[in-house]
């Protein structure tokens, strides 16, 4: 019976004190992923690998994976390897999602938060505008004009158009940061399209403060995505929060 291969260490990092082993363990796996040494959809070495590795007990392994798991990184099933994952904002989604439906206050929060990222996202998407992220607004715009009246259609469109001016910074980390906020965005698009008076009008003027990002951020003119993007929250806050207040009433 031949001998299995010696595989080629991946993790480069030799463990300092032993404050939290699985921590060290996850953060050396975690380097490996953000680096590009573990592709996504491409298999960790098995659990007593990475133990051996390490020079830690499987427990401590299979804890690393744990955390490593929980932060969106990885993905397990049980009786196979553990796999990567595409780095994205699910984890942060599905916390910010939490927190907006819990309370108007924190979604009152968590859109406060909103603005003050995204006008610097939008000065820096209109200093940079790399191209997918300005096809990916543009798509949304094409896509909000098709879903007038059509209030999920709309939200997602509303959505993309957001994730492209974030992409258009060629900055990965501020996309994962959107993509989390995508549960924020879903909550105020969806209360802002639920106002019973609104009409073609209305739909037509948020399309038109859209536009207005996109030739901003198209034309390279950061002060002027700044101010359009201002203008945009400052007329969907004024709507959202007026129906969100309406129907909080209802249910005291």
């Known amino acids: 019976m031949t001998a299995s291969p010696t595989r080629k260490p991946i993790f480069s990092t030799k463990l300092a004190s032993p404050l939290r082993l699985a921590d060290a363990v996850s953060d050396a796996i975690a380097a490996a992923l953000f680096d590009g040494r573990i ?7 098995p659990e007593g690998e990475i133990a051996r590795e390490f020079g830690v007990s499987k427990p401590i392994a299979r804890e690393a994976l744990r955390q490593l798991t929980s932060a969106g990184l990885i993905f397990t099933q049980q009786g196979k390897v553990a796999r990567a994952k595409a780095l994205n904002g699910e984890p942060l989604e599905r916390i910010y999602g939490y927190a907006v439906r819990s309370s108007l206050e924190r979604l009152r929060e968590a859109n406060e938060m909103r603005r003050v990222i995204e006008t610097g996202i939008a000065r820096l998407a209109a200093e940079r505008r790399d191209q997918a992220g ?12 098709a879903s007038l009246r059509e209030p999920s259609g709309f939200t997602e469109a509303d959505i993309l158009f957001h994730l ?59 002060d002027l995505a700044e101010q359009k993007i201002r203008v945009h929250f400052d007329a969907a806050d004024i709507a959202s929060f007026e129906v969100a207040d309406k129907l909080a009433a209802a249910k005291r």
């Open 39 to 45: 592709a996504p959809g491409e298999a960790l070495p």
């Open 134 to 145: 300005l096809e990916a607004m543009k798509q949304g715009l094409a896509d909000m004009r």
């Open 164 to 222: 492209g001016l974030a992409m258009a910074t060629g900055n990965s980390m501020i996309r994962v940061q959107m993509e989390g906020l995508r549960s924020v965005q879903r909550e105020v698009s969806e209360l802002f399209s639920r106002r019973a008076n609104r009409t073609d009008a209305d739909w037509n003027a948020t399309i038109e403060r859209h536009q207005a990002i996109y030739e901003a951020v198209v034309a390279g003119d950061a």
